[in-house]
């Protein structure tokens, strides 16, 4: 029985999680006015439009934030977070729900920023004049976050540390922001 309880576990968080991320890199690509003429653009687009579209006619836009877009990834994390409780077995308070739902999207976001931060870092190393759309959304991702690091630490004999200062924000931001409110069942 527990293994089919694992399995069951590992195909809800890789789904829901790939949903989580597909939803948050659409926000994040809106949020760094990231262009969407290119095929991860493209991608995200097609995958989301048939929810946020309908979505904003209820959540209009709140000024720069996509109140839809923000609210269906969060949704995502809430049912995710629900999905796992269920399947374990377990019956907390429905507002913990939410609660959790939050701390995975928070956990998602600096996820996904440090995986922007990575791909930018291979990709600097071994093609760094590369033109490719992926890499164009990657590093229009990771450089909002790298440009203030970037002021605090400049390159020292051609060699930018500015990624490493921001990597370990993002870890201190998982074990401050995240860890208290996100069990580890997660």
Do not use: C
């Amino acid at each position: 029985m527990p293994y089919l309880q694992n399995a069951s576990i590992f195909l809800i968080s890789a789904l829901l999680g790939l949903v989580i991320y597909v939803v948050l890199l659409r926000f994040w690509m809106q949020w760094f006015r990231v262009s969407f003429r290119n095929e991860l653009g493209q991608f995200v687009i097609t995958l989301t439009n048939p929810i946020v579209v309908p979505l904003r006619r209820i959540l209009p836009p709140l000024g720069t934030v996509d109140t839809a877009t923000l609210a269906l990834a969060y949704l995502a994390a809430a049912i995710k977070v629900a999905a796992i409780v269920q399947i374990i077995g377990q019956t907390p308070n429905v507002a913990l729900y939410f609660v959790w739902g939050l701390g995975m999207l928070i956990r998602s976001t600096i996820y996904l920023f440090l995986a922007a931060i990575f791909i930018s870092i291979i990709a600097s190393w071994m093609s760094p004049h590369t033109a490719h759309p992926v890499l164009g959304v990657v590093r229009a991702i990771s450089e909002p976050l790298l440009r203030p690091a970037r002021r605090l630490i400049p390159p020292i004999a051609g060699l930018d540390l500015s990624p490493i200062v921001v990597i370990l924000g993002l870890q201190v931001a998982l074990i401050v922001l995240v860890a208290p409110i996100l069990p580890s069942i997660f």
